[in-house]
């Protein structure tokens, strides 16, 4: 099939839609941009400085079904009807990742998982850069891989990818590919089959060669599993803070090691590169992971050891992930309003190392906090519910803390929390919720949580 010279139909105006649209039209082909919802004014600006045809809040289905290939925007499900129509006329229909990745060469880093792979994403990016290579990032953080392909200047894109990104990727190749766990998430879009969503996680695999290298959690149960099943055909590095031999990162007495020439003698165990836990700039074991990731990526570049060294204790995490606000009175605030999901209020406790008052809830994803009731008995005094239903958190925890309050806004979550906790301990906001209940996005949450602290 050509990929210039055809009418191709663009759905959804985001960042991805619209850089595939720039891409599409500056590889001369005939392109119209169809929304459903409202436009951002920026990105309409855009469209018309570039004279690409646009729709907003509104989809012209008799025109969008003559289309030769559908690029749709990876919060478009598959299930909804003007997409059935598209397959059932034999319209390709693909992610904006797999568009882009038609017009490059490049090295691709690509990452996934339930939790961790924005940070892991962004530390990779840190590590590349200040070691001098030409890198971007791109997918589910930066700007969108398609606009950065018009140009194609870096030699290594850094790609974050969704399960909804992978669903719509067919030929698409990582170089190096990592998968960093997965537990229960967005089973909504998997008609609440697990084994659905593992397999979406599991296409960031597809198309390697035994030239690629494939990065994976080996803690990870659900993993472990899946393995054993595939014909992955890359060479696989795993890693692990539990497990040291035939792993090609580890964590032993307080150290992270890793070691590539594990992957052809597992017997192997002295380390290639080793640092003290303690200089990693982020805490927490689900860190301590994330930065394993990160270190066997920059070992199969050729990174110098000094130079990883150095990025992997400078770095300094997104906005909205455990993300230090303030020091009030000897209470400290920290944002992880990112947390979405249960796995990663679970991190976020984990790597509390005070006693904490936390701030949870929103629109609940089917939650089941059981796996969060010793945390929260070990390390939470109080709970405060953010969330217009908060009736399955108060029955999930009552008992097991001494205070369940709730709030309306976030002026009044952390008002509080202010009150509730004592000097030397810690407010965390960490949802485990989406948050459209209250909030516009877990950023505008966060953003109104940090705005209350400093108003304190």
């Known amino acids: 099939m050509s990929i210039t010279n055809q009418n191709i139909v663009i759905l959804g105006a985001g960042e991805s839609g619209v850089g595939a649209a720039l891409l599409a039209k500056a590889k001369g082909n005939v392109v119209f941009v169809s929304d459903k919802g409202k436009i951002k ?105 398609a606009r950065q392909v018009v140009e194609d200047k870096p030699g290594y894109y850094v790609v974050e990818l969704s399960s909804f990104q992978l669903d719509g990727m067919f030929d698409f190749k990582a170089d190096i590919a990592i998968l960093l766990n997965i537990t229960p998430d ?37 993993l472990i599993e899946e393995i054993a099943k595939r014909d992955i055909k890359a060479q696989l590095a795993p890693f692990s803070l539990e497990k040291v031999e035939g792993m090609v990162g580890y964590t032993n007495n307080k150290q992270i090691n890793i070691n590539l020439s594990a992957v052809n003698n597992p017997a192997e165990t002295k380390p290639e590169f080793a640092m003290s836990i303690h200089d990693l700039s982020l805490k927490g074991k689900h860190n301590a992971q994330n930065s394993l990731a990160s270190g066997i990526t920059s070992k199969i570049l050729q990174i110098r050891n000094e130079s990883i060294k150095e990025s992997l204790s400078d770095f300094k995490n997104v906005e909205h992930r455990l993300e230090f606000v303030a020091k009030v009175n000897g209470i400290e605030f920290i944002n992880d309003s990112k947390a979405t999901n249960v796995n990663s209020a679970w991190y976020a406790l984990e790597s509390m190392d005070k006693p904490t008052v936390w701030i949870v809830g929103g629109v609940d994803k089917g939650n089941d906090y059981d796996t969060l009731l010793e945390l929260v008995q070990d390390k939470v005094t109080a709970v405060i519910c953010l969330g217009k239903d908060n009736e399955k ?64």
């Open 41 to 145: 004014p920026s990105y309409q600006t855009e469209l018309e400085e570039n004279q690409i045809e646009f729709e907003s809040e509104t989809h012209s289905v008799e025109r969008i079904l003559k289309a030769d290939l559908i690029i749709k925007s990876p919060g478009i499900p598959e299930k909804v009807q003007l997409i059935q129509d598209a397959l059932a006329k034999d319209i390709p229909v693909i992610s904006e990742i797999e568009y882009a990745g038609k017009f490059t060469n490049k090295k691709m880093i690509c990452i996934t998982g339930s939790n961790g792979k924005t940070t892991t994403t962004m530390w990779i990016h840190h590590i590349l850069k200040k070691a001098g290579l030409e890198v971007a990032m791109a997918g589910n953080v930066g700007e969108s891989l």
């Open 186 to 222: 967005h089973l909504d879009r998997y008609n609440y089959e697990m084994q659905n969503y593992v397999d979406s996680k599991f296409r960031i695999t597809q198309n390697l060669t035994e030239n690629d290298w494939f990065i994976y959690n080996a803690d990870d149960p659900i």
């Open 393 to 456: 958190i108060k029955e999930a925890f009552s008992g097991k803390v001494d205070v369940i309050a709730e709030a309306g806004t976030a002026l009044e979550a952390v008002a509080l929390g202010y009150q509730l906790a004592k000097k030397e301990q810690t407010v965390l906001l960490s949802p485990a919720c989406a948050s459209f209940d209250l909030f516009e996005s877990y950023e505008d949450r966060g953003a109104q949580f940090k705005s209350a602290v400093r108003a304190l």
